[in-house]
C-alpha cells in the first residue's frame, strides 16, 4: 500500500546520464569537489534553478577551501580574484571616470590585491600543514 510503482519503460532509471557521468568521473580519479560541482550543475538544469551550482562552488570554496585547507579549491578562486583583478584595472585604465569613480575603482583594487595576499598565504599554509581532500590521478 502507497508503494510507488517503478517506471519500468526508462531503461536503467531517468537519470541515467548523471549516473554514467558520476561513475565515468570516479572511474578517472576526478577530484571529488569536481564530482560534486557536476552533479550540482545537473541539478540547476534539471530544477531551473539558476545560479544553485555557483552557491554550490562558493559553499565548498568557503568550507572546504579556506576552513579546510584545500588547495585546489583554494587556487581555483586565486585564479578567479586574479583575472576579476585584471578586469578591474583594464577598466580603471581604459576607462573615462570622475573622481569619485576612480576612487571607488582603486579601492576594489585594493581589495582584490590583498584578498589575493590573503589566498596566497593560505595555499602555502596548506602546502605546509595541509592534507589533501582529493585524490591524485595516477
Known sequence: MGEKQRDVTVPHGREQTIKMDIMGMI??????FDI???VAKYL???SSEDGYAKAVRDN????????LLDE????DELRDVE???GRIRHAYDTGDF??????RIRYAITLHEANIQRLKD???EAEVNGTSLYMEKG
Open 83 to 85: 583575472e576579476r583583478l
Open 98 to 103: 570622475t573622481e569619485e569613480e576612480k576612487k
Open 27 to 32: 572511474h578517472s580519479a576526478e577530484n571529488p
Open 44 to 46: 540547476e538544469k534539471e
Open 60 to 67: 565548498m570554496r568557503s568550507v572546504y577551501g579556506l576552513a
Open 72 to 75: 585546489k579549491l583554494m587556487a
Open 122 to 124: 593560505r595555499i602555502h
Open 36 to 38: 560534486i560541482y557536476h
